[in-house]
């Protein structure tokens, strides 16, 4: 009876054998979801989100004027000029500005320095439009699997004509399942109070040309100068700070 686990064994599948089993099936899967995207057609949604990362597009479409700088873990927008080119810019800019974090503005004597930086959500979103898929490892060899290698070249062709669809398809089929699981994230940025450069540059241009030009250096989150809101028009009412710590309320004039 030396033989019967041995027999036992090749009529038992095999960790080796349910792997590519397992990836045949997944690979099926994948299949029918492009299958069905290339159905429905192209989805304004996708297109909207991926061109709405775009900042180097939405610059170069709206003549806004500023400079980008991609840089370790976001994108830097800046412009530099006479107040009312800052003023026409930042306000340009308007429609991509959810996506910035951090601002900074400078003004003195007639002219202006302004950039505003993405933070790690914008990395997040972006991530999303990039991210390779997950590798496959194929699993080792076992002495008593069985039927492998036509296993192997069904799951091989498979894998072929899902990198075909997929590159077809192109940012539909990265992003497919991953815009609904992002769209919180998305919400919650839009529905961020705006930033108040803009409102404190059209303060800077409403005061009386002889009143104009006074150094003015602030950031979304501390104040360089002045140190006390209350004594700059330009910030009276826009900005407190309560221990240390900046809060912005843009209002209009």
């Known amino acids: 009876m030396r033989w019967f686990p041995l027999l036992l064994l090749l009529g038992c599948e095999t960790n080796e054998v349910r792997a590519w089993s397992e990836r045949h099936a ?17 989805e304004p949604r996708i297109e909207a989100f991926r061109h709405s990362l775009d900042l180097a597009a939405f610059i170069r479409e709206h003549g806004a004027g500023a400079r980008l700088f991609v840089e370790p873990g976001g994108v830097r927008v800046g412009t530099s000029g006479t107040v009312r080119h800052c003023r026409e810019t930042v306000a340009a800019l308007a429609d991509l500005r959810w996506l910035t974090q951090e601002w900074r503005l400078r003004l003195e004597n007639g002219r202006c320095d302004w950039e505003a930086r993405t933070g790690k959500d914008f ?6 439009l990039v991210a390779p898929p997950s590798k496959w490892a ?14 192997r070249a069904k799951v091989e062709a498979l894998e072929r004509e ?4 997929e590159s077809r398809l192109g940012t539909q089929a990265v992003l497919q399942g991953k815009l609904d699981a992002m769209q919180p994230l998305i919400d919650s940025l839009r529905a961020r ?10 303060r800077e241009l409403a005061q009386a040309e002889a009143d104009q030009g006074a150094l003015l250096e602030v950031e979304r989150s501390r104040l ?8 700059d028009y330009r910030l009276r009412g826009l900005v407190e700070v309560h221990d240390g710590v900046v809060a912005w309320h843009c209002e209009p004039l």
């Open 26 to 42: 997944q690979l099926e899967r994948r299949k029918a979801e492009l299958t069905e995207l290339e159905a429905r057609g192209p």
């Open 193 to 202: 109070p705006e930033p108040c450069d803009l409102a404190v540059l059209d």
């Open 138 to 151: 194929a699993p080792p060899s076992q002495l008593f699997s069985r039927g492998v290698p036509e296993l």
């Open 224 to 231: 360089v100068h002045p140190l006390e809101p209350l004594t």
């Open 123 to 128: 990395t997040t979103l972006e991530d999303a």
């Open 162 to 165: 899902v990198t075909t669809r």
